[in-house]
């Protein structure tokens, strides 16, 4: 007897019902780890790995698709049996932790954030990462740094440290459970985009300042898919910028 393969299903949503595409950019964060317990297996690449896949098969379907730019509008497209798993690349340094910590204090992105294809979508181009993943290890095993740059059109910083916190919680879950199918998440998987209808409304979604309705006549550039225009901002927040913002976030 032949059992036949459970059916493909497709399926879409369109972007640009949250002004988030405009924003076709990789936001990128550097995560420090120092192990102080000395751990033998500390983040073990291939337990990264599995967990974020997971993850993102299981509850942020999404981000296991594809954009896909058609006439006018923008989707993103995944399907029930074809993941677009997350890239995470991985490497060991040999320096010590606090040279490591200084290029965390320093941005020094090339060395340890992964590197980033064009995030401008376009007709041609369907194949963007949603997230990406780069972890530098110690050869001392002192820390270990997570480089993760994702697709800002596809969610913000909400959603993004919602993510972190969910894979996080899986991961610990899948660790001397690899046979696990069920999971229990801290947080629902959400994507926190401010639909456009509540732009008028304040009071229905948190504040976001990039959100703020603007006069499109007096805008410069005026968005329009399939366009390979590209626009690369790097933040530059010093140590001693980001003990103040600390203090003031204590306050």
């Not at 924003?23 to 337990?47: A, C, G, I, R």
């Not at 985009?193 to 504040?207: D, I």
């Amino acid at each position: 007897m032949t059992t036949d393969a459970p059916e493909t299903t497709e399926t879409r949503f369109s972007i640009l019902n949250n002004p988030s595409y405009l924003y076709q950019v990789y936001s990128s964060y550097m995560l420090e780890y120092k192990n102080n317990l000395n751990t033998d297996e500390f983040f073990n690449p291939e337990l990264l790995k599995k967990s974020l896949n997971i993850l993102v098969r299981k509850y942020y379907k999404p981000v296991a698709g594809w954009f896909q730019a058609h006439d006018d509008d923008i989707d993103v497209v995944y399907y029930s049996d074809k993941f677009n798993d997350p890239p995470i690349s991985t490497q060991v340094l040999d320096i010590d932790y606090k040279t490591l910590s200084r290029h965390v204090h320093n941005n020094n992105i090339d060395l340890l954030i992964p590197a980033a294809p064009s995030a401008t979508i376009t007709y041609e181009d369907n194949d963007i990462p949603m997230i990406m993943v780069k972890a530098t290890y110690l050869k001392s095993n002192e820390a270990m740094v997570l480089g993760v740059s994702y697709h800002h059109s596809l969610m913000d910083g909400t959603a993004f440290w919602t993510f972190m916190a969910n894979w996080s919680a899986l991961c610990k879950q899948l660790h001397g459970k690899s046979d696990l199918t069920e999971f229990d998440l801290p947080h629902p998987p959400t994507f926190e985009f401010p639909n456009v209808s509540h732009l008028r409304n304040p009071s229905k979604t948190f504040e976001h300042s990039e959100y703020v309705l603007v006069d499109a006549d007096k805008c410069v550039m005026k968005f329009q898919p399939g366009t390979e225009k590209i626009v690369v901002t790097v933040l530059e927040v010093s140590v001693e910028q980001q003990q103040t913002l600390r203090q003031q976030a204590r306050n």
